[in-house]
């Protein structure tokens, strides 16, 4: 097949989407199929290049302004540059793409993208990486007003088939598109966890002074969506029966709310921010973790999450056990669950784990067992050349 993978999001940007994008692309060219990526330019990246058996164009860009809002994010518009329309046509054009990958409902090339596949009536294949949604009531009904007048008239135009990670994906998609059972594919989020089996380059214990200390490791950009408020209000349960515990925050921080109420708390020394590492750093931090928390107000179980179950890190959630479908998941079996934004829950698990290194050890090794079970690159890889197989026999 000639598959074109078009995301916004492309390393060396970093971010899940991004590198998902990526990996995929390079097992779809490992498989023997053709791959052209279309991306936004990205700081100084080349405008084009060739790299692991696939050819990557980086169309102009314009990055989004930073206004010192909580939705501050690094994302780059290709449509506030003149004439990527044109160029987004002829790349296609030129490639004649069997089937289309997109990657991001929200992002302009997916949409330049929908156009020319509605035009040539190529089948599309869209990954819903990120739901509109945010606690802030304001910005909650800007994104149900963006998703309900401009993203859902659009992708509507092009009928793609949607990639569902999660059972949070499936409800977003039914009720903001409009979208049914019929159009889902549901493939989780993939991982590669051999980048997790060597040993860490790092120390991180030594270089941030934590010394044997107990450490809970929270990996990502702090978003609203995932602002660790939570993390910080189950400390002063935590600090009580674990003093010496210190919480590191590994990503870039867009908002800072965490920062603010661990200062109101008086907590602030108990908590390290790192800043965003490059990727190949993140199995050294997990290798530094006795337990990985990120994903705590019930938004979903991301990259970060799999990545730390991945690298034998007993990890927490605030998802369901039915959060990933025909995958199961048992609650301090090989998950380990917490109610969302609940810092007395979180506490709760915190301590039980730091209490008990033995069954903290076997909660890690079952959750580093689902994961090659149902989560790995090449399980995942097969599952998007499946899809594409069937949308193509349409």
């Not at 990502?220 to 660790?228: A, C, E, F, K, T």
């Not at 007395?344 to 079952?366: F, T, V």
Request: aromatic residues 10%; charged residues 25%.
């Amino acid at each position: 097949m000639r598959i074109a993978v078009i995301n916004n999001f492309f390393p060396p940007r970093r971010g899940g989407s991004s590198h998902l994008a990526a990996a995929l692309a390079e097992r779809y060219a490992a498989a023997g199929h053709e791959v052209l990526v279309v991306t936004a330019a990205y700081k100084g990246a080349p405008a084009e290049e060739e790299c692991n058996g696939y050819r990557v164009v980086r169309v102009p860009a314009r990055g989004m302004p930073q206004l010192g809002l909580a939705i501050d994010f690094d994302i780059s518009f290709a449509m506030g540059r003149p004439g990527n329309l044109r160029r987004v046509f002829k790349l296609l054009e030129e490639f004649k793409p069997d089937v289309i990958h997109q990657h991001g409902q929200f992002f302009d090339l997916s949409w330049l993208s929908g156009w020319y596949a509605r035009r040539r009536n190529v089948p599309v294949l869209l990954s819903i990486h990120t739901r509109l949604e945010s606690p802030d009531p304001k910005y909650m009904a800007l994104f149900k007003m963006l998703d309900r007048f401009m993203v859902k008239p659009i992708i509507r135009r092009f009928r793609p088939r949607y990639v569902i990670m999660d059972e949070l994906a499936a409800t977003y998609c039914e009720q903001r598109y409009k979208a049914t059972t019929a159009d889902f594919e549901y493939i989780p989020v993939a991982v590669e966890p051999a980048r997790f089996e060597r040993p860490p380059l790092r120390d991180i214990r030594a270089e941030y002074g934590v010394g044997d200390r107990p450490l809970i490791v929270s990996l990502g950009h702090v978003i609203p969506l995932r602002d660790r408020v939570a993390l910080v209000n189950s400390l002063p349960a935590v600090l009580a029966k674990h003093p010496d515990a210190k919480v590191m925050v590994v990503g870039h921080v867009y908002y800072d709310a965490f920062i603010k109420r661990a200062a109101e708390l008086g907590l602030s020394d108990s908590i390290i921010i790192t800043g965003t590492v490059p990727p190949t750093d993140v199995p050294s931090f997990f290798a530094a973790a006795d337990i990985v928390a990120h994903d705590l107000q019930g938004g979903g179980f991301g990259t970060a999450s799999l990545e730390a179950m991945a690298a034998g890190r007993a990890t927490i959630g605030t998802v369901t056990e039915t959060n990933f479908p025909a995958v199961e998941l048992t609650n301090w079996d090989n998950f380990v669950l917490a109610r969302p934004d609940d810092p007395r829950d979180l506490a709760a698990a915190i301590i039980r784990l730091l209490d008990d290194p033995q069954e903290r050890d076997r909660i890690a090794k079952r959750q580093h067992e689902l994961v090659y079970a149902h989560f790995t690159l090449d399980v995942v890889t097969r599952q998007h050349l499946d899809a594409f197989a069937r949308m193509l026999e349409r």
